[in-house]
């Protein structure tokens, strides 16, 4: 087949270990795809690439099992793949959106192991990314005075209760704020 842009005939080859594809399109710069076919010109080459979400799928649960601290490339792909807008990301954080940015860009050191640990369970929670989101960015970590801790079988489901109120809710559907658990 002849390429309409630079009108040279397209090759096809298969990406192999001895030759894989360099893939860009991630924001990653460390992805080596092999196994897929790729088709070259003068124009360049163009990857055919197969279940494109299954891939970005693999790509993050590989990076949330790297027992190393995530570089900045690595956090924004998470924090991408997990759906999360800068600002809101790093307010959940705790820290502002420029140092997000910094460290993102590579242009700060990582942020410490807590942080780091943070940002996994936030990409692993994906699906219920909102509700995490909320229940986190919430926590402030000044001192109350503690309550007691009351659960209820309804003969369906647990329900739990501050104990001062008859006020039962189940906590994965509440909608109430943090500050009117515990
Ligand atoms: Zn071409």
Redesign the pocket.
């Known amino acids: 087949m002849q390429?309409?842009?630079?009108?040279?005939k397209?090759t096809r080859h298969k990406a192999t270990l001895d030759r894989p594809y360099h893939d860009h399109l991630t924001g990653l710069s460390n992805v080596y795809l092999v196994g897929i076919a790729i088709e070259e010109?003068?124009?360049?080459e163009a990857p055919e690439i197969p279940r494109v979400p299954e891939l970005l799928d693999t790509i993050a649960l590989v990076l949330l099992q790297k027992p190393g601290l995530l570089r900045g490339e690595e956090i924004r792909y998470l924090r991408k793949h997990a759906g999360f807008p800068a600002g809101e990301f790093a307010q959940i954080l705790g820290v502002s959106r420029e140092h997000l940015s910094r460290v993102e860009n590579g242009h700060t050191e990582n942020f410490g192991v807590s942080a780091d640990r943070l940002i996994r369970l936030l990409a692993l929670k994906k699906s219920n990314r909102e509700l995490v989101g909320r229940l986190l960015r919430e926590i402030d970590g000044r001192p109350r005075r503690d309550q007691q801790l009351w659960l209820r079988w309804n003969g369906k489901r647990w329900q739990a209760s501050d104990g001062q109120s008859t006020n039962w809710y189940v906590p994965q559907q509440s909608n109430k704020p943090l500050s009117q658990c515990l």
């Open positions: 390429c309409e842009e630079c009108g040279q397209r010109c003068a124009c360049g």
